[in-house]
């Protein structure tokens, strides 16, 4: 897929290889002081392509590929494709002679003696302008570099979506997980509150305790209630992205995978021509650059030919004899002499604009390198917290056991149960949301680096392609 898009850089290269722009751009690139590779440390290699399989569950290959074909703003952008090649048509055909054909009848009254007289003539005439200084041609490669933007822009769109509904269906997990988490909590409250109900009336735990386990209790409950809304508004934006009506009803039952494994980064040059919203915004700049030589050359004289063919007679069957018929054959020249700086202001203003998408050019580039600078950096800092974390969650799991013990031996009060509890709840979910930020930032990284994807194939097809 991406193969396809470097040939047409090249080959458009080769189109406008002559044109100023290039080389301005080619200069502010070299100004950026690219590296030779990411500076974060990193596995080194060829950028990873077709990330997407990596993820072994069907489901979610299921809803990318319903979202690709049902997600509303992905058919509009397939839309604004047909109707940039439209214009380009239109535009192109400028440079093709024109053919047209007339029939006309008149009747006229004469002044003098009022006598009426009927005439009618059929008209064949061609017309074509001589493209002299490129005018035309420069006009046909904006709109052509303006569907090649709008091809580039729809493959990141696409990109950019897969990564959405891959974020959000890990989201539905994490949510999930948290859910279970909160249940777990909730019935291990719901036991603490019954020992020590009955330790009151027994009169071995005071009335404050019992506030105490009741309030946890309640707020507990509300949590999971928070959390069950959390659930479902995640849902409604996964099934909003694969064009599903939002009902929160969809099943979801997959776990939250540790991602150990190391990606290759490949080297920041090569972003430039992998990344489909980098190459948009190239060819955004190239067509701009067209336009700028289409205002300047509109300042120049245009030649026009123009042909005539056609017969005229008082008889209407006459009109369509080729014995009356006769041709003209016409030439002519028109310069701009004066038109109140129209034509100038007009090539200033492509100027301006053409400079604008220069510096909107390198800030795209710069964006894209940090994005995979911080993606790296920040990958590196999420398998730390992780490790940490988990460190953190086995002692607090042991304070928590140790600490309920110590309370019913009346060595520490309910306040150090409390907050034991709380601890360890706390680093359990942090595992979870860890978890899933690295799943988060692992695609927003392969994202970075291109977001080249490949559905996997289902098991029925693979086995009747074997």
Not at 163 to 188: M, T
Not at 246 to 270: K, R, Y
Not at 350 to 364: F, G, H, I, N, P
Request: glycine content about 4%; charged content about 20%.
């Amino acid at each position: 897929m991406w193969q396809n898009i470097v040939l047409v850089v090249a080959v458009s290269g080769v189109l406008v290889g002559c044109n100023s722009t290039a080389q301005i751009a080619e200069n502010y690139r070299s100004e950026l002081k690219i590296p030779d590779k990411w500076l974060q440390t990193h596995t080194q290699g060829e950028v990873q392509q077709s990330w997407l399989t990596q993820l072994e569950n069907p489901q979610v290959h299921e809803l990318v590929a319903q979202a690709l074909s049902n997600n509303l703003s992905i058919a509009k952008q397939a839309t604004e494709i047909e109707a940039a090649r439209q214009r380009l048509i239109a535009t192109g055909s400028a440079l093709w002679p024109s053919l047209e054909v007339s029939f006309d009848s008149a009747r006229r009254k004469a002044a003098n003696t009022g006598a009426l007289s009927t005439t009618h003539g059929l008209g064949l005439k061609a017309s074509y302008e001589l493209d002299l200084w490129g005018k035309l041609a420069a006009d046909e490669r904006q709109a052509n570099l303006e569907v090649m933007t709008s091809q580039a822009g729809f493959m990141q769109q696409q990109y950019n979506l897969v990564a959405d509904v891959v974020i959000s269906w890990f989201s539905v997990i994490e949510g999930q997980k948290q859910l279970e988490l909160l249940y777990q909590r909730l019935e291990l409250v719901e036991q603490n509150l019954d020992i020590i109900e009955n330790g009151y009336k027994q009169g071995l735990n005071s009335a404050l305790d019992v506030y105490l386990t009741r309030n946890e209790y309640s707020n507990e409950q509300a949590k999971v209630a928070q959390q069950g809304a959390l659930v479902s508004e995640r849902k409604r934006s996964l099934e909003r992205l694969i064009g599903e009506y939002p009902s929160a009803q969809l099943l979801v039952e997959a776990d939250l995978p540790l991602l150990n494994s190391n990606i290759t980064m490949g080297v920041p040059s090569e972003l430039v021509s992998r990344k489909p919203a980098l190459l948009s915004s190239w060819y955004q700049l190239l067509a701009q650059d067209a336009a700028l030589a289409f205002a300047h050359k509109s300042r120049f004289p245009s030649i026009n030919l123009t042909a005539n063919y056609g017969s005229s007679s008082i008889n209407f069957n006459d009109a369509f004899s080729m014995s009356s018929a006769g041709w003209s054959l016409l030439s002519g020249i028109s310069a701009p002499l004066f038109n109140a700086g129209r034509l100038a202001a007009n090539e200033e203003l492509a100027r301006v604009q053409l400079k604008a998408q220069e510096l909107s050019y390198l800030d795209s580039l710069q964006d894209a390198f940090t994005e995979v600078e911080n993606g790296i950096s920040q990958e590196q800092a999420l398998r730390t917290r992780y490790s940490e974390t988990l460190i953190s969650e086995k002692n607090a799991k042991l304070a928590e056991q140790l600490s309920f013990e110590q309370y019913q031996k009346g060595l520490v009060s309910y306040t150090t149960v409390l907050d034991a509890q709380k601890r360890s709840f706390e680093a359990q979910s942090s595992l979870i949301s860890i978890k899933n930020e690295l799943i988060k930032n692992r695609v927003a990284l392969h994202l970075a680096l291109g977001g080249d994807f490949k559905l996997s194939q289902p098991e029925e097809n693979n086995n009747e392609s074997s």
